[in-house]
């Protein structure tokens, strides 16, 4: 079986323990960021199997319509919005879905909204560029301890960024549907009195929601308005939470005074090509969250099992309505 690994920007497949079991299929590696849809249409030409990592890589039917050899897709995540599975299920081509992680109450991506919290308010990234540029220090960087962390949604991730957030001594208040904010009182964590307060209050305010059709632009400019001029907007979630457009326009006028981001409305952004690139008061990441070692090696560990499942003729974790549903 020819298989086609496309945006695994780090290489990290070749290097993943599970790589070995499958010796005697020819396995493409794509780690370009460039070339959009024609580049993941290109990397997979002539290839029986598709693995997507992640939920960035669209695979729309008309990119489905030039791959005549596909007959599997492999997804390392659960979420299939980019997905079109009603013509991958036309083509008879068999769609597995990424599992439930299960590493506890751990999570890298809430490691990951901390490195990016810890960086902004002590503006290491600008410090360290100007001492490799010959100076000396020149901000006042913001403590953690006292100051208000608002967690939208206390799921997983969130429920990890509050729990480090009180360790940091911050007074940490929730926001979010009624299961949300019952876990969060199950934990002893408070929750904001009404959503405007929790908006106004805030000195850090991270962003844990999942992105469904219900929760797209659920942030909106009204409630960026409300953040102090100081406060800084941390989104390691999912861009289209946040209206289209607002988050920028919010950080011209200066309420919120800073963001640190690290998803964006498409991804994979190359050539410096979002607004968000351009302002000082941002700091922004290329969608780290997920990248790192061990969870990749244990995301590719899933799509191998995939793989070779789909290769003897038995495929698991078939999506519901795919092919072989």
Known sequence: MRIAVVHDYADAFRRAPAFARLAGHEVVVSTSAAGGQGGVVAAAQGCEALVLTQQRVPLTRAMIAQLPDLRFVCQTGRNLDHVDVTACAERGIV???????????HSTTAELAWALILASLRQLPYEAARLRGGHWQSTAGTRLHGRTLGVYAFGHIGAAVARVGRAFGMDVVCWGREG????????????APDRASFFAGADVLTLHLPLKADTRGIVTADDLALMKPDALLVNTSRAPLIAPGALAAALRRGRPG????????????????????????????????????????????????????????????????????
């Open 95 to 105: 769609v597995s879905v990424g599992r439930r992680s299960s590493a506890g109450p």
């Open 180 to 191: 949300s904010l019952a876990r969060a009182a199950a934990e002893g964590f408070a929750a």
């Open 258 to 325: 800073f963001a640190a981001v690290d998803v964006y409305e498409d991804e994979p952004v190359t050539g410096a090509a979002h607004e968000l690139l351009a302002l000082d008061n941002v700091l922004c990441t290329p969608h780290l969250g997920y990248a790192e070692t061990g969870t990749l090696a244990s995301l590719y560990a899933t799509a191998v099992e995939q793989l070779l499942a789909f290769a003897a003729g038995a495929p698991c974790d078939v999506v519901e309505g795919g092919a072989a549903g």
